[in-house]
């Protein structure tokens, strides 16, 4: 079971990304995922949530530019990211709260990360 975000890289200053969470193996089910970012010498900082039925939360600062979504039968999260500046840059990371089947068909809870997709935006 493993978390691949992808999507990332070099952009313009008011241009736009979508970063996508893909998670791969026996899943039984998918709950909340998160976008989470983390700058060059910064703490990583959460963007936003999604549960499993579609419900969103965002960080207060992260509103308006940023829309998380998801496709339950894809089993991909979205992060779509318009206006970007500058300060957006930084490595995202996906994470989820997931059930897989281990090898011996038990159900197994997790909460796993992805490797992150850096996202670099010029001025």
């Known amino acids: 079971v493993q978390l691949q975000a992808s999507g990332g890289g070099l952009v313009q200053a008011g241009n736009s990304l979508r970063l996508s969470c893909a998670v791969s193996g026996r899943i039984v089910r998918i709950n909340d995922v998160g976008w989470f970012r983390q700058a060059p010498g910064k703490q990583r900082e959460l963007i936003a949530t999604?549960?499993?039925?579609?419900?969103?939360n965002y960080a207060d600062s992260m509103k308006g530019r940023f829309t998380i979504s998801r496709d339950n039968v894809k089993k991909t999260v979205y992060l779509q990211m318009n206006s970007l500046q500058p300060e957006d840059t930084a490595v995202y990371y996906c994470?989820?709260?997931?059930?897989?089947?281990?090898?011996?068909?038990?159900?197994?809870?997790?909460?796993?990360w992805g490797q992150g997709t850096l996202v670099t935006v010029s001025s």
């Open positions: 999604i549960t499993s039925g579609g419900s969103t």
């Open positions: 994470n989820a709260d997931l059930i897989y089947y281990g090898a011996n068909d038990n159900m197994v809870a997790t909460y796993l």
